[in-house]
């Protein structure tokens, strides 16, 4: 959830950032790509932090479900 704040609130930002351009075109198409690679930047974090908390989760829960198993008695005897 912070990370969709922050995501709508740089591109907010940086949306009116243009404005000071006037009718230069180049100078708008800057703060555009710039936005872009901001709000690129900000989903590319987004994703690797993802990444990065289900390996934890996976090693850590596969760990804890091979423990489990060994603490219960075979079905049959």
Request: hydrophobic share 55%.
């Amino acid at each position: 959830m912070l990370m969709l704040v922050w995501l709508i609130a740089g591109v907010n930002a940086a949306s009116g950032a243009g404005d000071d351009c006037g009718a230069q075109q180049a100078c708008q198409d800057a703060n555009d790509v710039g936005t872009a690679i901001g709000a690129g930047l900000i989903v590319f974090l987004w994703a690797a932090g993802a990444v990065i908390l289900g390996v934890i989760w996976l090693v850590t829960n596969s760990r804890s479900a091979a423990r489990e198993a060994r603490r219960r008695p075979p079905d049959t005897w």
